[in-house]
């Protein structure tokens, strides 16, 4: 049974379920509900099913690879290979499909007869089957059409709610973000195929000691700023918060919680796996990046109010500490540290997973918000607990997850991650270590930054009184949505609590890589959920949860009827120095991170403009209206994208002069051309 | 260790007054102020939510935990499930989270005001408290927090210097996390500038009491923090009578200097302009920054 499960027709079931989820969907799109049903039920068959062969997979002892079809180009072969990392990533993504697909059947209904549910079905299982597709591949040209479904397809959803301008911007922005990038993937594997001969993955790498260095740092540049943009790394971000939040509140939650981590799968795939053995420069390049991204990410992320850009801001960041792991990985590993270089990719996967759990549970939090009140800025929520007490519930839990507070699952990933550049403070020698404590002074700020963030977006959607008439009347959300809440916030608990089993699980998807083939991890766990990283630090999250747990309950438990109980509790009025209290009187979202704003004035450019009406323009005594504008400059359009975009427009008028409209001219071209590719030729 | 933190509070009162030529309430005041309001009946505001109801509860339980898993008087019986120097910040992160989405709750001007200062303050200490005790742990080679208080009283020879300056960017944390000078006012209860008790102005009765009790118990967890990892003289290192009655009065004693330095620091000195806080902060994280390159 399990050999069954785990074997290429285990594999194909599960290509299978979605394909047919896909065509399914289309057939009935006439039919609305029927093609909800039709879309749900095979999305979460699938995702089961995925859940289930990863797991196998996991716990195998071998990889699953095979070729699916005798490929009638030379270059192409449809070939997979599942080891223990692919079988992880499947793990991610068919684990969140699972939550969004049970979340969707509730969430969609509101385009009933609005848009074609029919085509949201297929594009939602193209995109979940394209993601598959990616983290199988073992030929590069295959890998490059599944990355073009997954990113196309991923177009149209961001589209899908078309009647929003900006929603169409966005999506344009998307495209042509992803296709730039796509274009550095593929100049990325014509240098290896170049110097190696072949695109299949395992020749790459056995012959990996072909290409020269000058040739591998190209590659490792044009990695990074291609699956780099997927990932959403700055500055080759700018597609990302605009893009995700565009998309339905399930698709959200799936590009930011999973389809973002198809870039990090790449990087690890290249970096970790195909081209070792790598120059130092490498890793320490990566935690510069990873800094960057993080520090940046929570940064933007305090000025947003619209609730989704916001969240897409933090994936930013939270992509940023997975990189801080990996790059901590590649770095030992150049060092010959294999031990501590496993420490550092247990702590990049292990956040993945738990960024994959937390922010999707976010996303679907916020579209439930989304879905009552019709609104995205956050200035005009407040006092949200009272009528959506049980999505308030799920969002804290995620805000707790995400600012690393434990005993959630973030905290045990980030508190990895911490190890990881610990140890690199601690043994390396000069030059190295400094990036280290700079990439662990990051990481110190942005958990700090990030609790910030959190509590303004807890605070100011949750919290207060409403500050609109769509607060006040939202009511809870339905049946499968909160179900859908309840079950990743649940998620993100054991995770935590389970901690040392998934931290073990991980360590021998390292192993099954071929670097790490013989290598103890540094951090090791046992039986009781402990982690314990070489003699430096232990934790314990059931010890932990249940002294948390025990101590709330001995002091509710005693104060509540051990102290002196014959007091009365009375309700009242917030006072507020005796004037009469107006929701326009609570801290907003911009009140609220101004001060951070302002202290970090030199990266964010916080701008003020001041503009009055007057009743009357000559005397100008008595102001009719006064509008402020606060603002906050986007850095990256303005010093690096304008610029670039700026340089283009002026190359593209130029070579409008070649277009003279004059046949003889064009003719006069083509020889051109022919004659210089037959001398190139010759 | 709840049953001392009040004590430290009422010291600090006494040593100012004394400062101010004032005679002062006695040092015991504070548990008779806890008594006082544990008895008194509640005013909950109209738009409180759970959050504001169980927030005391939540506050003061997490500072039992940090309580009980940092060292106090002996540096031996390692526990290691929970004193990580990391597991602890982030517990204490716990305590900020509730109390300043407590703050926001009710929706008054002054709790959101106070929210959003305590986590501006808060977030850019996080960098000087992890460094600060990273450099100890990394002298010592154990974040464990029993560990480094066991292994820095061997170290003083070789790294003095790191281990001072780590106190210092310590020390200025301690100050913003227990909402001290030159940060806060903790005496002030009616101030545009006022941070911590901005958001618990809504409290009273039993609930004001353990917000006023925790800030205690923090005030004496980063106090017992300083006293104990960075000069952890007198501990008792073994289970010997003798260590163990001479770690009490060291404790002791260490606490009352710490206790009134805060005291003397508060008496001359003027709270900073809120916009002067992050250079504070920001100072704390270098100098840890330099006590880190300067380990051996």
């Excluded at chain 1, 430096?536 to 002091?555: C, G, K, M, R």
């Excluded at chain 1, 002196?564 to 609220?592: H, S």
């Amino acid at each position: 049974m399990i050999n069954a499960i785990a074997s290429q027709s285990g594999f194909l079931v599960l290509l299978s379920l979605f394909a047919v989820g896909a065509a399914g969907s289309l057939l009935l799109r006439r039919n609305d509900r029927l093609a909800n049903y039709w879309n749900g039920f095979f999305a979460i068959a699938g995702s089961l099913w995925g859940i289930l062969f990863s797991l196998v997979l996991l716990n195998a002892t071998r990889a699953v690879s095979f070729a699916a079809a005798p490929s009638i180009f030379p270059l192409l072969s449809i070939s997979f290979k599942i080891d223990k990392l692919s079988a992880f990533f499947i793990f991610v993504i068919t684990l969140i499909t699972l939550f969004c697909s049970i979340y969707g059947i509730g969430y969609i209904r509101h385009f009933y007869n609005k848009y074609s549910i029919g085509a949201l079905g297929l594009f939602y299982h193209l995109f979940v089957l394209g993601m598959l597709l990616v983290v199988t591949a073992d030929n590069g040209l295959f890998f490059l059409i599944a990355w073009e479904i997954m990113s196309v397809v991923s177009y149209f959803l961001v589209i899908y709610d078309r009647n929003d301008e900006k929603n169409i911007k966005a999506g344009f922005l998307y495209l042509v973000m992803t296709h730039i990038a796509t274009a550095f993937i593929v100049f990325a594997f014509l240098l290896l195929y170049k110097f190696t001969g072949s695109f299949d993955f395992d020749a790459i790498k056995s012959g990996v000691s072909l290409i020269p260095s000058a040739v591998k740092n190209a590659v490792f540049v044009l990695a990074i700023i291609g699956f780099g943009t997927k990932a959403g790394i700055i500055p080759f971000h700018i597609w990302l918060p605009g893009a995700h939040p565009a998309a339905p509140s399930h698709v959200s939650a799936l590009m930011s919680g999973v389809m973002i981590k198809t870039g990090i799968y790449m990087l690890i795939r290249i970096f970790l796996d195909m081209l070792q053995p790598v120059p130092l420069w490498w890793g320490l390049g990566l935690l510069v990046i990873g800094s960057v991204s993080s520090l940046l990410g929570v940064l933007y992320a305090l000025t947003e109010h619209d609730i989704k850009r916001l969240l897409a801001y933090h994936s930013i960041e939270n992509i940023g500490i997975i990189l801080l792991g990996l790059g901590s990985s590649l770095s030992f590993l150049s060092l010959g540290m294999p031990s501590l270089s496993l420490l550092g990719l247990v702590a990049a996967l292990f956040h993945t997973l738990n960024h994959a759990t937390f922010k999707s549970l976010l996303f679907l939090s916020a579209g439930s918000v989304i879905n009552e009140t019709h609104i995205r800025n956050m200035e005009k929520y407040g006092g949200l607990i009272k009528n959506m007490p049980q999505t308030a519930l799920f969002f804290l839990v995620g805000s707790m997850a995400i600012s690393a507070l434990p005993p959630f699952n973030g905290f045990f990933s980030e508190w990895l991650t911490f190890q990881a550049l610990f140890q690199g403070v601690s043994t390396l020698a000069v030059s190295a270590k400094w990036v280290f404590v700079a990439a662990a002074g990051a990481l110190a700020f942005t958990g700090g930054l990030a609790l910030a963030c959190f509590v303004k977006a807890f605070g100011v959607t949750f919290l207060a009184r409403p500050r609109s008439g769509e607060a006040q009347e939202a009511g809870e959300s339905s049946f499968s949505l909160r179900f859908a809440m309840g079950a990743l916030a649940a998620l993100t608990l054991l995770f935590g609590i389970f901690s040392g089993h998934i931290t073990s699980l991980i360590n021998r998807v390292g192993n099954d890589l071929s670097v790490f083939s013989c290598t103890t991890s540094f951090v090791s766990a046992f039986p009781d959920q402990s982690l314990a990283v070489g003699s430096f630090s232990t934790v314990s999250a059931p010890v932990l949860l249940a002294f948390l747990v025990a101590a709330f309950i001995v002091v509710l438990l005693t104060i509540k009827y051990l102290v002196y109980k014959n007091q009365k509790v009375t309700t009242g009025l917030t006072w507020d120095c005796g004037t009469d209290l107006t929701p326009r009187m609570e801290i907003t979202a911009t009140g609220f991170a101004r001060s951070i704003v302002t202290i970090f004035k030199a990266v964010l450019k916080p701008g003020i403009s001041n503009a009055t009406e007057y009743l009357d323009e000559e005397s100008r005594y008595v102001p009719q209206s006064r509008t402020v504008i606060l603002s906050v400059k986007d850095m990256y359009k303005s010093y690096l994208y304008k610029p670039l975009d700026k340089i283009a427009a002026a190359m593209s008028e130029r070579a409008k002069g070649i277009q003279s409209g004059n046949i003889n001219a064009y003719i006069l071209y083509i020889l051109t051309a022919l004659l210089i590719a037959l001398l190139l030729v010759k | 260790m709840p049953a001392l933190s009040p004590l430290g509070i009422g010291v600090i009162r006494k040593i100012k007054a004394k400062l101010q030529n004032r005679r002062g309430a006695g040092i015991f005041q504070p548990y008779k102020d806890l008594w006082k309001l544990l008895h008194k009946d509640e005013i909950l505001s109209n738009d409180a939510s759970w959050i504001f109801k169980f927030a005391p509860f939540v506050i003061f339980a997490v500072t039992l935990v940090v309580g009980a898993s940092i060292p106090l008087l002996a540096s031996f019986l390692p526990n290691t499930a929970t004193s990580d120097m990391l597991v602890i910040i982030y517990m204490l992160a716990i305590c900020t989270f509730f109390l300043a989405l407590a703050g926001m709750d009710i929706g008054s001007a002054f709790g959101g005001f106070g929210s959003s200062r305590e986590m501006t303050l808060s977030a850019l200490a996080e960098g000087g408290l992890i460094f600060s005790l990273l450099t100890l742990a990394i002298i010592s080679r154990t974040s464990n927090l029993f560990g480094i208080s066991h292994a820095i009283i061997s170290a003083y020879g070789n790294s003095f210097l790191p281990i001072l300056l780590a106190f210092s960017g310590f020390f200025i944390v301690l100050l913003a996390e227990t909402a001290r000078f030159p940060f806060d006012n903790p005496a002030t209860h009616l101030e545009l500038t006022m941070i911590h008790e901005a958001m618990i102005l809504e409290y009273s009765g039993k609930r004001l009491a353990l917000m006023e009790w925790a800030s205690a118990n923090k005030l004496l967890i980063f106090a017992s923090l300083g006293a104990n990892l960075f000069f952890p003289w007198g501990m008792a290192n073994g289970l010997d009578i003798n260590a163990i009655l001479i770690s009490v009065p060291a404790f002791a004693v260490k606490l009352l200097v710490f206790y009134a330095s805060i005291a003397v620091i508060e008496s001359c000195m003027a709270k900073y302009r809120f916009f002067r806080l992050p250079n504070l902060l920001i100072i704390s994280f270098i100098l840890n920054v330099f006590a880190i390159g300067l380990i051996k």
